[in-house]
Each structure stands twice: as structure tokens, then as C-alpha cells.
């Protein structure tokens, strides 16, 4: 009976459901675009009150591909989670000024670049 128990147990932790993302909303300016060989391209947001976020956007390639450019000075809207080592990774960065908005993640984090779902 104990094994069968731990059976059930195992079975269930295999099929749950990651948890849900603490997803934030963040308005500012773009302080900098960083871009670092080897590293995931980030933008640096100056946040209302003189706070500064590090905000991981995503791939290289898949900025150009979809002919996103953020600039410093320009006004911004990002939508994230939190992880370790930055503020926010990004799921979605818009650009009211060009009106330009892209979505890098699904819901659930996961890169649209590596054969996601489709932004809306």
C-alpha cells in the first residue's frame, strides 16, 4: 500500500502545473540599451521615484527579426517576471512613442523565438 501511495504521489508531482509567474508592469524611460557579447540584451528603465530596472529583453536575432529597436530617452512599458540576476525578464516591451509592441514570452516565460505560440 505505501508503495502504491508513493506511486500515486510521484504521478502527480510529474503532471503539475508550473507555478504562475509573478508577472509586473513597469512605466518609464529607457536609461540604456545594453548589449553584451554573450548575454541576452537588456534595457536599463529609470522608474518613477529615481529607481532603475535591469529588464532582460531576448534574442539578439529575434529583436531584428521583428525590427525592434529601443533607444535611450525613449518612453517605455514593460510587462515581466522576476528572476534572479534582473529586475524584470521581459514577456512583452512596448514603445508607445513608435507604437511598437513586441511580445517575447508566452505567459507562462517561455521564449516565443524558440517555436512558442504567435504574439497576438
Same mark, same amino acid.
Given at each position: 500500500?505505501?508503495?502504491?501511495?508513493?506511486?500515486?504521489?510521484?504521478?502527480?508531482?510529474?503532471?503539475?502545473?508550473?507555478?504562475?509567474?509573478?508577472?509586473?508592469?513597469?512605466?518609464?524611460?529607457?536609461?540604456?540599451?545594453?548589449?553584451?557579447?554573450?548575454?541576452?540584451?537588456?534595457?536599463?528603465?529609470?522608474?518613477?521615484?529615481?529607481?532603475?530596472?535591469?529588464?532582460?529583453?531576448?534574442?539578439?536575432?529575434?529583436?531584428?527579426?521583428?525590427?525592434?529597436? &529601443?533607444?535611450?530617452?525613449?518612453?517605455?512599458?514593460?510587462?515581466?517576471?522576476?528572476? &534572479?540576476?534582473?529586475?524584470?525578464?521581459?514577456?512583452?516591451?512596448?514603445? &508607445?512613442?513608435?507604437?511598437?509592441?513586441?511580445?517575447?514570452?508566452?505567459?507562462?516565460?517561455?521564449?516565443?523565438?524558440?517555436?512558442?505560440?504567435?504574439?497576438?
Amino acid at each position: 500500500m505505501k508503495s502504491l501511495t508513493l506511486l500515486t504521489l510521484f504521478g502527480a508531482l510529474a503532471f503539475a502545473q508550473p507555478a504562475a509567474l509573478q508577472i509586473q508592469e513597469i512605466r518609464g524611460t529607457i536609461a540604456s540599451v545594453n548589449l553584451v557579447a554573450g548575454n541576452m540584451p537588456s534595457i536599463t528603465v529609470n522608474v518613477d521615484g529615481g529607481r532603475r530596472s535591469t529588464v532582460r529583453l531576448g534574442s539578439i536575432r529575434y529583436l531584428i527579426a521583428n525590427d525592434f529597436n &529601443p533607444k535611450s530617452g525613449q518612453p517605455v512599458v514593460v510587462r515581466g517576471f522576476p528572476q &534572479p540576476g534582473v529586475d524584470l525578464v521581459a514577456i512583452s516591451v512596448e514603445l &508607445p512613442k513608435t507604437r511598437q509592441k513586441l511580445t517575447l514570452r508566452d505567459e507562462q516565460g517561455r521564449p516565443l523565438w524558440r517555436g512558442g505560440p504567435p504574439p497576438l
